[in-house]
């Protein structure tokens, strides 16, 4: 089993449209958590950290339940701009990263 | 654009041949990581230095990969021999090691293919 699990999709979605990515990881002892954004063919950049209280910024919403030790990341309002493989992280000593799920957003 | 220096930025080699790969991370930045990504996957940590020690390598195959970090600024990392199933992204990252900050700066990464 992988320590972090996303679903890879693809999702495909059209502008304005909301929608949720799933990440679930293995290791109780992890310490902190993160969405990472990867456009095609770059490198992977911080899209915004994971707090058990939830947080939001602008349309992205994060949230973190450590009981079911389950992460997601909802996107409002969707733009082409969001179209990215969106990457799950935990950091436990090292920085751990998902499969990465691929979304794309249409006209 | 990236910040942490990588190269080569291509790298085409046949199988059994020895590959070395090179780092310079953000100056300052006391962890540096290795990471591997097959395309379609997410990065799989190869290696994490904190300065000139190595903090984890346990995902990285010892018979054949090795990383060194000597003055605790750039970093190498060496595949000899290569295997066809090497072909992957070779990415870089660094960080300024603050517990939770979670940012990862990376290079634009070495592309190997191993014929």
């Known amino acids: 089993r992988k320590e972090v699990e996303q679903d890879p999709g693809p999702f495909n979605v059209p502008e304005g449209a909301t929608v949720a990515f799933n990440c679930t990881y293995s290791?109780?002892?992890?310490?902190?958590f993160f969405w990472y954004r990867q456009d095609c063919r770059k490198e992977p950049k911080l899209l915004m950290s994971v707090y058990s209280s939830g947080n939001e910024d602008g349309r992205f919403t994060a949230q973190l339940n450590r009981a079911s030790q389950y992460i997601s990341l909802l996107i409002r309002d969707s733009k082409l701009s969001d179209s990215a493989t969106y990457l799950c992280?935990?950091?436990?000593?090292?920085?751990?990263f998902g499969a990465g799920t691929r979304l794309t957003v249409k006209p | 654009e990236a910040e942490v220096a990588q190269s080569p930025r291509y790298k085409i080699t046949e199988k059994s041949q020895a590959v070395a790969f090179w780092c310079d991370p953000i100056s300052g930045h006391a962890t540096l990581y290795w990471y591997r990504q097959i395309l379609g996957q997410g990065p799989e940590l190869l290696v994490q230095?904190?300065?000139?020690?190595?903090?984890?390598d346990s995902q990285l195959p010892k018979d054949r990969f090795s990383a060194e970090r000597l003055k605790g600024v750039d970093s190498t990392l060496k595949i000899q021999p290569a295997e066809l199933g090497d072909s992957a992204m070779y990415l870089c990252?660094?960080?300024?090691?603050?517990?939770?900050?979670?940012?990862?700066?990376f290079g634009e990464g070495s592309r190997l293919t191993v014929l």
């Open positions: 290791n109780s002892a992890s310490q902190s």
């Open positions: 992280v935990v950091k436990r000593a090292g920085m751990r």
């Open positions: 990252a660094s960080s300024a090691g603050q517990i939770n900050t979670g940012e990862l700066f």
């Open positions: 230095f904190q300065d000139e020690s190595v903090v984890d």
